[in-house]
């Protein structure tokens, strides 16, 4: 499995100093966060997309591109990339450039945003939203697979003999996932082409996410791409813990009161019952972190949403040694009893030798052992 934090990039007020840091500040700290949790041995750093105050995040790759600078092993991703407001050609330019700056340490989560002012300013229409991200998705795999496109669509001017420049890195593109808070046409149409699932995991009780996550195993299995338990699943989360349980309630509970998506509503005590987030010891948070797996089964990618809130950034960076003591029993826990035929977290050099193999077995005129067989159909 993969750990790893992400952040949704938002610029807020610390209640307990009265600070607002400015956008300069929130900037400056994440690549010292993204440095920090590949220094406490984590695998992913990921950045949301954000076009609205109080977000900082419009350009997720210029800032993935730095921290790569930065970075020898940190896997480098989105949470999420808009495909619907997002022109596919620049999806496809921007993020195989970074590939080849990273040497492969990227991927990304396709979403649709949660933000309806977005889609006018991009001259979209967001009653289109779910056409557009099939459409806008299926134009991006072909500008990743095909060497040259020729395409007509509904919401974009047509391509003719169009190559993506650069190619992906390695002849394999980045591995997509698909994240959704509450949509099952996200979690069919990552099934469709065999992609990841990403569910947010955060503000609404597991048995939401158990609907969503069981569709795509389904479907997933349906579409030939393995048995159901194989699908590759990525799930978030968040905490805020310190070595003594009533310190870190204690203190959190005012960032908690304050955020800007759940503060002013249910209790903390309430909110960590009926949703992930663990407010407490490391104990406390190992206990129920590793109880995730026996809500959506084994998976590939665990993140965590740790500096959002106005929490400064000493807090965070402490947030992170924290994690980091409890990794190991964390990849111990999630490791035991894990079927073998359960696939290990996309990486690129793992996607690069599966594409040798095949084109291996192709020229021996055999289909690969494990091949699936391609995705019937469009997606519903």
């Known amino acids: 499995m993969q750990f790893g934090i992400f952040s949704v990039g938002d610029v807020t007020l610390d209640p307990t100093t009265g600070h607002m840091p400015t956008e300069g500040e929130r900037i400056q700290a994440i690549v010292k966060i993204a440095k920090h949790a590949e220094e406490v041995g984590l ?10 105050p109080p977000f900082y995040p419009s350009s ?30 620049k999806i496809g330019e921007d993020f195989d450039m970074l590939q080849h700056l990273t040497g492969g340490r990227t991927d990304l989560v396709l979403g649709r945003g949660n933000t309806a002012p977005v889609y006018p300013w991009f001259g979209k229409n967001p009653q289109d939203s779910l056409e557009l991200t099939i459409e806008n998705y299926a134009l991006l795999r072909r500008l990743w697979d095909e060497e040259t496109v020729t395409w007509s ?41 065999g992609d990841g699932f ?64 759940y503060g002013h509503g249910p209790s903390m005590e309430d909110f960590t019952a009926q949703t992930p987030l663990t407010v407490g010891s490391p104990a406390e948070f190992l ?28 807090t965070v960076l402490e947030q992170l040694d924290l994690l980091g003591e409890v990794l190991p029993e964390l990849k111990a826990g999630f490791a035991q009893g894990r079927p073998a035929d359960v696939p290990e977290a996309p990486t690129h050099a793992a996607r690069v030798a599966a594409k040798l193999a095949r084109d291996a077995a192709s020229d021996d005129g055999a289909a690969p052992e494990g091949a699936t067989a391609a995705a019937p159909g469009s997606p519903s």
């Open 43 to 52: 695998d992913v750093f990921a950045t949301g997309e954000h076009h609205n």
């Open 60 to 89: 997720p790759t210029t800032i993935l591109g730095y921290i790569g600078a930065q970075t020898e092993n940190l896997i480098l991703s989105t949470a999420t990339t808009l495909i619907t407001t997002n022109d596919p050609v």
């Open 153 to 193: 669509g509904k919401f974009r001017t047509p391509l003719h003999n169009f190559t993506l420049t650069p190619r992906p890195l390695d002849g394999v593109a980045p591995f997509v996932w698909h994240g959704s808070i509450r949509t099952p046409q996200i979690a069919e149409l990552a099934a469709y082409y």
């Open 198 to 261: 990403f569910a947010n995991n955060i503000f609404w009780p597991k048995e939401h996410y158990i609907r969503l996550i069981n569709l795509y195993r389904e479907r997933f299995e349906h579409y030939g791409h393995g048995k159901a338990h194989q699908a590759i699943v990525g799930l978030g989360g968040q905490f805020f813990m310190r070595k003594n349980s009533q310190d870190a309630k204690r203190e959190f509970r005012p960032y908690f009161d304050n955020a800007p998506v």
């Open 287 to 314: 206990e129920k972190t590793l109880a995730f797996r026996d809500y959506f089964g084994d998976y590939q990618r665990q993140l965590f949403l740790i500096d959002h809130a106005g929490l400064p950034l000493k």
